[in-house]
């Protein structure tokens, strides 16, 4: 018996076999999970559509969350395919890379706007279209970092983006409780994957962690995949609106 038999998740934000949101789905497939799939643009269609054979997707299907009409024929196909389902994976964030370096002073207003759009409001439009479709029960999770309550070198506008996005989170987890739907993020420790790639001096804080960090390693997807199963799992019956870190601990210390 798997944790996740018989449940019906709807996967955002892979992008190859190395991001976390194919970690994820990977996980909840052995569990017993039926996976749905979506990709942000045609480029990633090459990537993700192998993916979602590879883990049996019942589909897979493009989805830019910023276009409304693409987000209107997802939910329509999520609707035909699953009927109702049981876990949202928000797995997305997005940010000019021009404003993932240098002061942060400096951000353009499209990049904010940008930011902001993609990597926080998106939560609120899914978990809007998945309301009517989710079993009680059900649980939406999403990606958070450290940067949003620290600052972190370089990571800017997104910081801001993802402390919006864990703001959102505990106000959807309020609202979506009296259905029973549990709203969760993980903050997790930095890894290397393709949007990690866009912060400059991303190899600096890997090592950095490394050193610092209690466990003295960084994390991988696997280790948040195993949280993320966690959460979407009746497991965690009793937690939401929480931010549960997979970080190695380095959000703990101090000086």
Not at 14 to 32: L, P
């Amino acid at each position: 018996m798997g944790l996740l038999d018989g449940k019906k998740a709807l996967i955002f934000g892979v992008a190859n076999n190395k991001s976390i949101a194919y970690a994820i789905a990977k996980r909840f497939k052995e569990e017993g999970a039926e996976l749905g799939f979506t990709y942000a643009s045609e480029p990633l269609a090459k990537r993700v559509k192998p993916i979602s054979e590879e883990l049996n997707g019942k589909f897979c299907v493009k989805c830019d969350v910023t276009n409304e009409l693409e987000l209107e024929e997802t939910f329509k196909l999520v609707e035909q395919e699953f009927g109702k389902f049981d876990i949202l994976v928000h797995s997305i964030a997005y940010a000019p890379a021009e404003d993932l370096k240098g002061r942060f002073i400096d951000t353009s207003r499209e990049g904010f706007l940008t930011a902001m759009e993609v990597s926080a409001y998106s939560l609120v439009k899914l978990a809007q279209l998945s309301e009517p479709l989710m079993n009680e029960g059900g649980s939406i999770i999403t990606m958070t970092y450290y940067g949003s309550v620290k600052v972190v070198k370089n990571y800017n506008v997104m910081g801001v983006a993802k402390a919006a996005l864990e703001a959102s989170m505990r106000y959807l987890a309020n609202e979506l409780g009296e259905k029973k739907i549990r709203v969760n993020a993980i903050s997790a420790g930095p890894i290397k994957t393709l949007a990690a790639s866009g912060v400059s001096g991303f190899r600096t804080i890997l090592s950095l962690i490394e050193e610092r960090a209690p466990l003295k390693r960084n994390v991988t997807q696997d280790d948040v995949a195993k949280a993320a199963l966690f959460l979407c799992s009746d497991l965690a019956s009793g937690v939401t609106g929480d931010i549960l870190y997979v970080d190695s601990g380095y959000n703990i210390l101090g000086l």
